[in-house]
């Protein structure tokens, strides 16, 4: 009954949080000159649209079909990004193209916002073998000191966040990192990530109301971790690559 109660307020929470994604103005990448080329670095370009969409209001980014490259980006308030079938959104190999204050950040963070997402059929790939290759490359040349691989997503503080229906492919280190979050819907994710051992496909800490349904995880390491603190955590219809159903302890 204790969980059927639970389920029933996370789910009330969220339909009120979390039309604003459906509801949201649009915007084309390609209105900020974003390339598709995957060859264009897009950060300074991508971060620009982020910044005027959620000074205006808020609304939804659409990346169309293509190669979008970019290092790490800042996800802000009423802001969702949406990539449409056949868009794929390229992480950087360079390690330097993540850094945010001197410190590696992920390939799409937020802290402390209200109302963001990303939805769509398209793709988040995080090019880990790769960027992890040129991260000990650093290392041993003494440019960088033990940089924490950057997670593709990773959301601190965050309130009502929505991850839908998304392909997140290749991270470098954690896929996906929600700390301190409350109202949190993922729904419908193909997570493919063996780039390293320590791969995890999704690490919850200290976060409240988190709905996770009809989830595919394939990781080298942990498909889910209990970073302790959680409440009302429920899980639907989701497996790993062996088919075991995606049950951990919270």
């Excluded at 900020?32 to 897009?42: A, D, E, H, P, Q």
């Excluded at 009423?78 to 390690?95: C, D, F, M, R, Y």
């Excluded at 963070?109 to 997402?117: C, E, K, S």
Aim: proline residues 3%.
């Amino acid at each position: 009954m204790k969980s059927f109660f639970n389920r029933q307020i996370a789910l009330l929470l969220m339909s009120l949080c979390l039309p604003f994604i459906a509801l949201a103005t649009d915007y084309k990448a390609s209105m900020f000159g974003i390339k598709s080329n995957g060859t264009t670095l897009n950060t300074k370009a991508i971060q620009k649209a982020i910044d005027y969409i959620s000074d205006h209001g808020g609304g939804r980014l659409i990346f169309y079909v293509g190669r979008y490259l970019t290092g790490s980006i800042q996800l802000k308030s009423n802001v969702s990004i949406k990539l449409e079938e056949g868009a794929i959104l390229v992480g950087s190999t360079s390690i330097y193209d993540y850094m945010v204050e001197g410190k590696p950040k992920a390939l799409i963070w937020a802290n402390q916002q209200d109302r963001l997402g990303i939805s769509g059929k398209g793709v988040i790939e995080g090019n880990g073998a790769t960027l992890i290759q040129n991260i000990q490359e650093q290392q041993q040349k003494n440019f960088v000191t033990n940089p924490p691989y950057p997670p593709l997503i990773d959301l601190n503080a965050c309130s009502n966040v929505q991850i839908d229906s998304v392909q997140l492919w290749k991270a470098a280190g954690a896929v996906q990192v929600y700390t301190h979050c409350r109202n949190v819907q993922l729904n419908q994710l193909t997570v493919k990530s063996a780039e390293n051992n320590q791969n995890k496909g999704i690490v919850l800490a200290s976060c409240l109301n988190v709905y996770i349904q009809q989830l595919y995880v394939e990781t080298a390491g942990q498909s889910i971790m209990n970073g302790g603190g959680n409440r009302n955590i429920i899980i639907e219809d989701s497996v790993e690559a062996n088919g075991k159903p995606l049950e951990p302890i919270f």
